[in-house]
């Protein structure tokens, strides 16, 4: 149980277009989610914290307008970075929040590639 | 400012020998959790600790919680090679339940 999907796990664009990213909760329902940012050789620093239903709340310095996150289901928060540049090329990593207030279940992670 | 200090953050042992990887803070979690990680995959969750001074044990790891919920150790019994991956401990914050990391310690067994 718990496991949790994320889609595409490997993509690459060009400078300047968007990506969306799925993080689903395959076998429970999450009323909550989080999106960490990992670059290499560091550890996950959480960038926005994505509640079902109402808008996401974003970590000191992360522009909410690049990343824009959408919770629209109690299985299915997306992340969305618009107007790529090289520098946001990173790991993307999801996690969702089950019925266990203490745990968080983590995805297989997204590497994004910005040329 | 890290608000969980990891340590160490690289350790290269031999096959069979024993270590103790430490997590520390000046903040109190209401819980604690070690992860494990591989290249280019997401952390799995190893164990949650949230009562003060419990001690968790997986097989030949053994997890403790400190009395005041401030810091937290892992130790590996007889390590073997496939115990070689990134440890996370991460402590939960705040009335949102976030996680904050560690630095992450990278640790290699050698056969």
């Known amino acids: 149980g718990a496991v949790v999907s994320q889609h595409p796990s490997r993509v690459i664009c060009k400078s300047g277009t968007s990506v969306k990213i799925e993080c689903r909760s395959l076998?429970?329902?999450?009323?909550?989610m989080f999106w960490y940012r990992q670059f290499p050789k560091q550890s996950l620093m959480l960038m926005a914290t994505s509640n079902e239903g109402s808008k996401a709340t974003y970590e000191q310095g992360v522009e909410k307008d690049k990343f824009l996150i959408n919770h629209a289901s109690l299985t299915l928060s997306t992340l969305t970075v618009t107007s790529a540049h090289p520098e946001d090329s990173s790991f993307y990593i999801c996690s969702a929040r089950g019925l266990d207030r203490y745990t968080q279940y983590f995805g297989p992670g997204t590497r994004l590639t910005v040329l | 400012t890290q608000l969980l200090e990891q340590s160490p953050q690289f350790l290269s042992i031999q096959e069979g020998e024993n270590l103790t990887v430490y997590c520390n803070s000046s903040?109190?979690?209401?819980?604690l959790q070690w992860y494990r990680q591989e290249p280019g995959e997401g952390p799995v969750l190893l164990v949650t600790?949230?009562?003060?001074?419990e001690v968790k044990k997986l097989k030949r790891l053994t997890f403790q919680f400190g009395d005041a919920r401030k810091d937290s150790s892992l130790h590996i019994t007889a390590a073997q090679p496939g115990d070689t991956g990134l440890y996370l401990c991460a402590g939960v914050v705040g009335g949102a339940q976030k996680l904050v990391f560690g630095q992450g310690t990278r640790l290699t067994i050698n056969p």
């Open positions: 903040s109190v979690f209401s819980s």
């Open positions: 076998d429970f329902q999450a009323t909550t």
């Open positions: 600790v949230v009562t003060g001074g």
